[in-house]
């Protein structure tokens, strides 16, 4: 979430995007080790950024104004119809949630998430599922391409 944070101040102060502009995507609330969303909200406060809970309470989803000059947090769930110039999908690492069995759900979802960005999109994970492993392996063709070497397990 620090690297977040810090890609949110860099987007706003060199490519003068506003805050406004700017989307936090959520898979879960919590799971049974981290509290995502305090976590998030606290790692906001402390780099001194702006920030609205969409998905908070029902206040807060009816209350929503798009152009307030703050960042959005919401669950990926609630995002549809949402569109920002800079999309920050949080805790990929917790998708496909465990407690989903349909797969082909969650994939939607973060098919959903990911197009919400108008032009930046970012995935942030540090943990491993099966979404993170396939982004590793797209990225890790990606660097053979560019540079002929192929990686060994």
Same mark, same amino acid.
């Given at each position: 979430?620090?690297?977040?944070?810090?890609?949110? &101040?860099? *987007?706003?102060? /060199?490519?003068?995007? $506003? +805050?406004?502009?700017?989307?936090?995507?959520?898979?879960? #609330?919590?799971n049974?080790?981290?509290?995502?969303?305090?976590?998030? &909200?606290? *790692?906001?406060r /402390?780099?001194?950024? $702006? +920030?609205?809970?969409?998905?908070?309470n029902?206040?807060? #989803?009816?209350?929503?104004?798009?152009?307030?000059?703050?960042?959005?947090?919401?669950?990926?769930?609630?995002s549809?119809?949402?569109?920002?110039?800079?999309?920050?999908i949080?805790?990929?690492?917790?998708m496909?949630?465990?407690?989903?069995?349909?797969?082909?759900?969650?994939?939607?979802?973060?098919?959903?998430?990911m197009?919400?960005?108008?032009?930046?999109?970012?995935l942030?994970?540090?943990?491993?599922?099966?979404?993170?492993?396939?982004?590793?392996q797209?990225?890790d063709k990606?660097?053979?391409?560019?540079?002929g070497?192929?990686?060994?397990?």
């Amino acid at each position: 979430m620090r690297l977040v944070a810090r890609q949110m &101040k860099k *987007l706003h102060e /060199e490519r003068k995007i $506003p +805050f406004d502009e700017m989307l936090i995507l959520y898979r879960v #609330k919590k799971n049974h080790k981290y509290p995502f969303v305090d976590i998030i &909200k606290r *790692l906001l406060r /402390e780099s001194d950024l $702006p +920030f609205f809970w969409i998905t908070e309470n029902d206040v807060s #989803k009816r209350s929503f104004k798009k152009d307030d000059g703050k960042i959005k947090i919401s669950t990926i769930d609630s995002s549809k119809g949402l569109d920002f110039q800079a999309v920050f999908i949080v805790n990929v690492d917790s998708m496909p949630f465990p407690l989903q069995d349909d797969k082909e759900r969650e994939v939607s979802l973060f098919y959903i998430g990911m197009t919400r960005a108008k032009e930046y999109l970012c995935l942030s994970y540090s943990g491993e599922s099966e979404f993170t492993q396939y982004l590793d392996q797209i990225m890790d063709k990606r660097h053979q391409k560019k540079t002929g070497i192929e990686k060994i397990n």
